[in-house]
């Protein structure tokens, strides 16, 4: 019996264990379908596809003596005991889910119940009224049967004498239209009408006219209509006929079948004539045409945009209406579509371009561009507005006319940036030749050149700004090609940006470059430092600054046209600014190399006392080249000096100051020295360096400097080289070489410069003494220190 129990508390449990490891492995005993699916057992689909196994629990062929017999074999006594446990707390789960089942759906189940008890009492006092209905049909279908039978003549009779009446009310119609006819084909009245009642009446009056009754009706209304038709054709002749009522009268007879050829060269005709009215009363506003271009043209009475306003509302609209109505009367009728409207068209709207352009032409100044851009702007939108009904009517011509008139303009605008660049040299011109009253200072050049260059671009930007309305968004014709991509580079970049510093390089370069040509009286030698520092800053950054704003405001194609790069403008404007300073430097140092000329040739030499002072001409030399400069350096940098050496120092005062070497100088002037002094000089030559007179100089103050002062010393030479010298004429050109080595080394590049080419002066004024006897260097000394 022990053993009887134990075996089935190990079936219970292996059980349990079981079904506790169908639970953990997710087989869905515990989801919320699980008890209604395990009360209704599986589907037959998944019980004849599941192979039957008899240990399987939750299966429909499970055999409890099998199942048993399994686990005992299978498990042990702590796996049993633990199914057995499982097992029973899914039996207790199970009877809960079923309760919980329950009370939820308790309240369902007996709310169905009532709704189906009273669905019973409700159908059976429906039947009952539905046999009552049927009944109530079946004697009404038999009375209207009965009705019918007997009222069937009556009805065919009935519609027989309708017939018969609408019959009537159409020939009475029929005969009353000759009537109708004439009272409204009547002048005055509305022939509209008219031809409405006789289009109705038409086709039946054709049918039956075999018939003479018939006949005469169409007769009479044939001869009423041809009336008509020719008080339309003497209406459509007249000429004050706006285009509306012209197209109301031209349908009107195609609606009475006139012939559409005569129609249509009628109403191309009389819009024709309109039109040129039109026309003739826009070229009227202009001024008469004068090929010679002598006479005085007034200015127009209007601006650009109100010509374009009245010649849009007007021509344009007219001949877009015009068009629209002629393909919606002759569209398809034999005769009228022969080119014959493209052709009428064409040759108006070349016309209208040429008055257009003739006005223009009237815009000479740059007025408001703004207005211009409008009035450019609407006369395409109308255009474009036509265009659409006529493609043939003049798209090439008209785009061409707007990308005349912004090329003109950009045109204008460039010739008002050369005007006022002039207007600004005069300014600075005439504020440099002002004269300023003692003891205040005019405008330094720094601050002239500032004013000049910052004038000169903010216009230049004001006018990109002008220019930059063509190509606006809300502009219709800035989406043409042309303003995309040949306007911005070939009109704007090219045309105005790069053309304008290109002239302002070719101007500024005019005042070194020949200037007696251009008849006027020669630049101040400021102005050509102004204009030299000007092309070198626009060569340093203005260009790149110009070319960059012109390329964002007014960006190229990346396949349009080549353009002119920045370093050719930069190498243009740096030549001209090369070929300024080199003139600077030749005007200057010809108006010192003057004064040493004249004060050489007017002076006795052979007949002059003993010097006792340094010529006055010497001390202004040195005054002049102390306030040139002054002058080059507000607007150029100082430049680098060459390092002097020792031996170069001692020999610059060897010949002129120095004590040390009294006799190095005296005797290479002395009659009786062993070696001729013109080869002396010429073996000196062989062993110093080559000074070049008129060489480019660098923008810096002491290579301009050095430049002047060459040419100065140069002229001195050769002018000491033309005359014949006293012994008091050597000593006088020794005493002002001396002071001129005092002051103007300081000047120059290379302190050599100055010494070599005095040492020429020297020993040329030596060769050209009768009797070369120097003065001791102490008084030249003390001439200099007290002059």
């Avoid at 009532?114 to 009492?121: A, F, H, L």
């Avoid at 851009?373 to 006319?401: S, Y």
């Avoid at 500032?450 to 800035?478: M, N």
């Avoid at 630049?523 to 800053?537: M, S, V």
């Amino acid at each position: 019996m022990a053993e009887v129990e134990a075996a089935g508390t190990e079936s219970e449990t292996g059980g349990s264990s079981e079904s506790g490891n169908a639970t953990g492995s997710g087989s869905g005993w515990r989801r919320p379908h699980g008890p209604l699916q395990r009360y209704y057992g599986p589907s037959a689909a998944e019980a004849a596809e599941a192979a039957p196994d008899p240990a399987d629990i939750n299966g429909p062929h499970f055999d409890p003596e099998v199942f048993l017999t399994k686990v005992r074999s299978e498990c042990r006594l702590g796996e049993l005991l633990s199914r057995e446990a499982t097992l029973g707390r899914e039996i207790r789960a199970l009877d809960s889910d079923m309760q919980t089942l329950l009370y939820e759906n308790y309240n369902k189940f007996i709310s169905a119940t009532d709704t189906i008890r009273k669905m019973k009492v409700d159908f059976r006092r429906m039947e009952a009224e539905m046999d009552d209905l049927a009944s109530n049909m079946a004697a009404i279908s038999s009375s209207s049967a009965r009705v019918s039978a007997a009222l069937q003549d009556r009805h065919r009779r009935g519609a027989q004498l309708a017939g018969v009446q609408a019959l009537l009310r159409k020939l009475q119609s029929l005969v009353e239209v000759p009537g109708r006819l004439r009272r409204w084909a009547a002048p005055g009245a509305d022939p509209a009408r008219a031809l409405h009642c006789y289009a109705r009446a038409r086709a039946v009056l054709r049918h039956y006219r075999h018939l003479p009754s018939f006949r005469a009706i169409e007769d009479e209304s044939h001869s009423i209509m041809a009336e008509l038709a020719q008080r339309l054709r003497a209406r459509l002749r007249d000429d004050t006929l706006d285009p509306k009522e012209l197209t109301e009268c031209v349908e009107m007879l195609l609606q009475l079948e006139e012939p559409p050829e005569e129609l249509c060269e009628e109403f191309l005709s009389q819009a024709g004539a309109r039109l040129e009215a039109e026309l003739a009363a826009l070229e009227a506003e202009l001024p008469p045409s004068d090929p010679s271009g002598t006479a005085s043209t007034p200015p127009p009475a209007s601006d650009i945009l109100d010509f374009v306003d009245r010649g849009s509302s007007a021509f344009v609209s007219n001949l877009c209406l015009l068009a629209a109505s002629y393909r919606s009367l002759f569209e398809g009728r034999p005769g009228a579509g022969d080119g014959r409207l493209e052709t009428f068209a064409s040759t108006l709207t070349t016309r209208y371009f040429e008055l257009l352009e003739r006005r223009l032409a009237l815009e000479r100044g740059l007025g408001d561009t703004s207005l211009l851009v409008r009035a450019l702007d609407r006369f395409h939108r109308r255009l474009r507005a036509l265009l659409e009904l006529l493609p043939a009517a003049g798209a090439e011509a008209g785009a061409a006319l707007v990308a005349r008139a912004a090329r003109e303009r950009v045109a204008r605008y460039l010739r008002a940036l050369q005007t006022f660049f002039l207007g600004c040299l005069g300014d600075v011109r005439q504020a440099l030749a002002a004269p300023r009253p003692p003891g205040k200072d005019g405008p330094g050049l720094p601050d002239l050149l500032a004013t000049l260059s910052s004038s000169v671009l903010g216009q230049l930007k004001a006018v990109l700004a002008y220019v930059q309305l063509f190509t606006a968004r809300d502009v219709a014709f800035a989406s043409l090609p042309y303003f995309k991509g040949e306007f911005c580079v070939e009109a704007v970049r090219e045309g105005l940006v790069v053309a304008f510093v290109r002239w302002l390089c070719r101007t500024a370069r005019g005042f070194a470059d020949s200037p007696a040509e251009r008849g006027a009286p020669a630049a101040p030698p400021a102005l050509l430092l102004l204009l030299a520092r000007l092309c070198l800053d626009y060569e340093a950054t203005t260009i790149s600054y110009i070319l960059t704003l012109t390329d964002e405001q007014f960006p190229p194609e990346d396949s349009g046209p080549a353009v002119t790069p920045g370093p050719a403008l930069c190498a243009e404007a740096r030549g001209a600014a090369q070929r300024l300073l080199d003139h600077y430097v030749q005007v200057q140092g010809a108006a010192v190399a003057q004064m040493l000329r004249k004060s050489v040739e007017t002076r006795d030499w052979l007949g002059t006392v003993e010097p006792r002072n340094v010529r006055a001409v010497m001390k202004r030399v040195v005054e002049d080249i102390t306030a040139i400069d002054v002058q080059v350096g507000q607007l150029f940098e100082e430049g680098v000096r060459r390092a002097q050496s020792s031996d170069s120092s001692r020999r610059a005062f060897s010949v002129y100051s120095s004590s040390r070497a009294p006799g190095r100088y005296a005797p290479s002037y002395t009659p009786s020295a062993p070696m001729d002094t013109h080869l002396l000089s010429n073996i000196q030559k062989l062993f110093s360096e080559r000074i070049d007179i008129f060489s480019p100089v660098e923008f810096n103050k002491v290579s301009v400097l050095t430049g002047i002062i060459k040419i100065s010393l140069k002229t001195l030479l050769e002018c000491v080289r033309l005359r014949t010298l006293g012994r008091f004429g050597l000593q006088q050109v020794q005493v002002d070489g001396h002071y001129l080595q005092l002051y103007l080394w300081r000047f120059a590049a290379d302190e050599r410069v100055v010494q070599g080419l005095l040492d020429e002066v020297a020993a040329s004024a030596a060769h050209r003494c009768l009797d070369p006897v120097p003065m001791e260097h102490s008084v030249v000394e003390l001439i200099c220190e007290r002059g």
